[in-house]
C-alpha cells in the first residue's frame, strides 16, 4: 500500500505577512492626530515665548550687551525644540534618526565656545527640525478647528429632533431642517478627511525635515573627517616638536657628557688610574639617568601597558611616577577603542605634567567615566595657582589637538589664583 502524498502548504499563508503593518496604519494616523492636537495647544505659547525672546534680545541689544544673553538663551532654546522634535518625530514613525548633537568646540576657552554657538546658531538641522515643529503647531490648531467642526456637525446632523422648520447652518445660513442630517454628515466627512489629510501631509512634511537628505550626511562627515584630521595633524607636529625638544635639552646632552668623560677616562687610564675608575662611574651613573630618561620618552610615544591592561591599569602607574599626590577615581566596566583610550591616557598625562612644573598645586584628582551612549569621560584637577593658557605649540595645544583627533570635546578652566580643570570626553568608537 502506497502512502498518500503530503498536502502542500497552502499558498496563501505567506501573503498574511503584510498585514500587521496595513492594521498599524490607522493607529500611526491616529497617534499623529494626536500629536497635532497636543502641539495645537502648546505650539502657541511655544512659539511666542521664542518670539518674545527674540524681540526683548534685539531690543537691548546695545544696552550694555544685555540682549545677548536672551539671543545666547535663544540658540540653546531652539537647540531644545529641535532636539524634542526630532525624538518625537522618531519615536512617533519609527525612524532610524540620530539626536541632534550639539557644536563641539574646537578650540578651548571662551573663544572656542564663542566659535561653537555660533556654528549652533548656523546649524541647518536644528533649523529643519524647528521648521518642522512649527509646521506641525499651525497644523495642529487646524485639527483643533476641524475637530471641533467634527463635532458641531455631528451635533447639526440631529436638529431635526428638536425643530421642524428652519435651523441655522453654517456660515449663517438657514437650512430646513430636512437637509441637516445630509449636511451634517457631509461635515463630519469633510472634517475628518480634513484631520486625516493634515496628518498625511505632516507626516510626509515631518519625514522630509527631519531625515537629513544624503548630501546633508556627506557634506557633515566630510567637515567632521577634515576637523579631525586637521587635529590629527597638528597632534603629530605638536608631538614631533617635543619629542625632539626633550632629546636636544635632556638626552642629547647627556650623552655628550658620557662620551666627554669616557674620553677623559680612557686618557687617564694608564696614568691615573684611580681618576680614571670615577670618571668611568661618573659615566656609568650618567648613563643609567639617560636610560630612565629615554623610558620616559618612549612611554610618553606609547604606553604600553595601556594596551596590555587597560586605561585604569596605566592610569594607576601614570599617578605612582606624578610628583605631586593624585587622588585617582577610575569606573569603567568595559574597554573603548585603542585611540579613544591613548587620547584621554596622554591628556591626563600632559595636564598632570603641567600641574607639576607649572601650577604649584599640592594634589590633583583624576576622574575618569564610561558614561551611558558610548562616552569615555575624565576630568583632571588641581589646586593650583591656575592661569594656565592654550599657546600653539604648547601641552594644551596639544592635548586639543589630540582629543579633537579622536573625534572629542574638551574643556578647559583655569581662572587666575585657581583651580585648573579640564574635561575631555572622547567616543568610545573612535
Known amino acids: 500500500m502506497t502512502t498518500p502524498p503530503v498536502p502542500p502548504a497552502p499558498a ?3 501573503a498574511a505577512a503584510p498585514a500587521p503593518q496595513r492594521a498599524a496604519a490607522p493607529l500611526r494616523i491616529f497617534l499623529t492626530v494626536l500629536h497635532l492636537a497636543a502641539l495645537g495647544v502648546i505650539g502657541a505659547g511655544v512659539i511666542g515665548i521664542l518670539s518674545s525672546v527674540f524681540g526683548i534680545g534685539l531690543g537691548l541689544l546695545f544696552a550694555f550687551g544685555i540682549g545677548l544673553l536672551f539671543l545666547v538663551g535663544l540658540v540653546y532654546a531652539l537647540y531644545g525644540v529641535g532636539w524634542f522634535e526630532i525624538v518625537r518625530v522618531r519615536g512617533l ?12 568646540r574646537q578650540v578651548p576657552g571662551f573663544g572656542g565656545w564663542i566659535r561653537s554657538l555660533g556654528r549652533q546658531s548656523i546649524d541647518g538641522r536644528m533649523w529643519r527640525a524647528v521648521a518642522s515643529f512649527a509646521i506641525a503647531c499651525i497644523f495642529g490648531a487646524l485639527v483643533i478647528r476641524l475637530f471641533w467642526g467634527m463635532v458641531w456637525s455631528a451635533i447639526f446632523a440631529f436638529t431635526p429632533l428638536f425643530a421642524q422648520d428652519e435651523v441655522a447652518g453654517p456660515f449663517g445660513t438657514l437650512v430646513t431642517a430636512g437637509w441637516a442630517p ?3 454628515i457631509l461635515g463630519v466627512l469633510a472634517t475628518a478627511a480634513g484631520i486625516i489629510g493634515l496628518a498625511l501631509l505632516d507626516r510626509t512634511i515631518s519625514r522630509s525635515l527631519v531625515i537629513p537628505s544624503h548630501k546633508a550626511e556627506l557634506v557633515e562627515r566630510v567637515r567632521t573627517t577634515s576637523a579631525q584630521r586637521e587635529g590629527a595633524v597638528r597632534a603629530a607636529d605638536v608631538e614631533r616638536t617635543r619629542i625632539e625638544r626633550d632629546l636636544h635639552d635632556g638626552v642629547q646632552p647627556r650623552l655628550v657628557s658620557v662620551g666627554m668623560t669616557l674620553g677623559l677616562a680612557q686618557q687617564k687610564i694608564d696614568a691615573d688610574p684611580d681618576a680614571a675608575k670615577a670618571l668611568i662611574s661618573e ?3 650618567s648613563t643609567k639617568a639617560a636610560i630612565t630618561e629615554l623610558r620616559q620618552l618612549a612611554r610618553g610615544i606609547h604606553a604600553s601597558v595601556l594596551d596590555d591592561r587597560g586605561l585604569d591599569a596605566a592610569l594607576s602607574a601614570l599617578a605612582s611616577r606624578s610628583h605631586i599626590p593624585v587622588h585617582l577615581d577610575v569606573r569603567m566596566d568595559g574597554r573603548c577603542s585603542r585611540d579613544a583610550e591613548a587620547a584621554v591616557y596622554f591628556s591626563i598625562a600632559e595636564s598632570l605634567t603641567n600641574a607639576a612644573k ?3 598645586a599640592s594634589e590633583c584628582r583624576v576622574v575618569v567615566r564610561l558614561r ?5 569621560w575624565a576630568r583632571v584637577e588641581d589646586n593650583g595657582v591656575g592661569g594656565a593658557q592654550v599657546q600653539p605649540g604648547g601641552g594644551l595645544d596639544g592635548i586639543s589637538n589630540r582629543v579633537l583627533a579622536a573625534g572629542g570635546d574638551i574643556r578647559i578652566d583655569s581662572p587666575q589664583g585657581g583651580p585648573t580643570s579640564l574635561e575631555v570626553s572622547v567616543p568610545c568608537a573612535s
Do not use: C, F
Open 182 to 184: 445630509v449636511l451634517g
Open 12 to 14: 496563501a499563508a505567506p
Open 372 to 376: 551611558d551612549g558610548g562616552t569615555l
Open 93 to 104: 514613525y519609527a525612524l532610524d534618526v540620530p539626536d541632534l548633537a550639539p557644536r563641539r
Open 283 to 285: 659615566a656609568h651613573t
Open 358 to 360: 607649572h601650577s604649584r
